[in-house]
């Protein structure tokens, strides 16, 4: 896998961690308020890009909390 920005290994952890605590994915709205970001299209953005990458997978595009993290499937 490619290797990711500071930005994007900060939303990728804070999915992860998301995922981990409440046993379903972060809306949109809460990666960009667990990072920062106002701008929801930022958000967008990251997070296309940590699929561009192969860390997580986008199943169901227009549905929200659709977020699947690769390799994580044992944890849950």
Known sequence: ME???ERE???YDF???YFKDN???P???EIGDGIYYASQSSVKDVVESLQRKGYIELPFKATARAIKVVGMEHII
Do not use: H, M, R
Request: no cysteine.
């Open 27 to 29: 809306s949109y709205k």
């Open 3 to 5: 290797k990711l920005t």
């Open 15 to 17: 999915i992860v961690n």
């Open 23 to 25: 046993g379903f994915a």
């Open 9 to 11: 290994e900060q939303a």
